[in-house]
């Protein structure tokens, strides 16, 4: 199991930068997959960007060249800097990860950070 705590949400104008924490309560260096998805009122959950096995980074088109996912495995740490940032882009965004475990691959979710940004 892994517990995974976001923070770094808020309220900010159009155009401004926000940036998103994500620590696990276990090491993310053999972490399957771990990334950020977002839901959106009225809207299904989405993904915005994922670290995928084999080093694989993968950002949903409407993030790319604004959003960047890091991480940091000494901290148990993934982050996503969001530049950029426009209305759309509010939403609550969940921390992910997917882990290999008694035979299966499972997911774990944060309990989100709303992102708020005003036009």
């Known amino acids: 199991q892994v517990q995974l705590v976001e923070s770094g949400g808020g309220l900010v104008q159009a155009g401004g930068s926000l940036r998103l924490s994500c620590v696990a309560s276990?090491?993310?260096?053999?972490?399957?997959?771990m990334g950020w998805y977002r839901q959106a009122p009225g809207k299904q959950r989405e993904l915005v960007a994922v670290?995928?096995?084999?080093?694989?980074?993968i950002y949903a088109d409407s993030v790319k060249g604004r959003f960047t996912i890091s991480r940091d495995n000494a901290k148990n740490t993934v982050y996503l800097q969001m530049n950029s940032l426009k209305p759309e882009d509010t939403a609550v965004y969940y921390c992910?990860?997917?882990?290999w475990g008694h035979g299966r691959y499972s997911d774990y979710w944060g309990q989100g950070t709303q992102v708020t940004v005003s036009s």
């Open positions: 992910n990860a997917n882990v």
């Open positions: 276990r090491s993310i260096f053999s972490i399957n997959a």
């Open positions: 670290f995928r096995s084999g080093d694989v980074t």
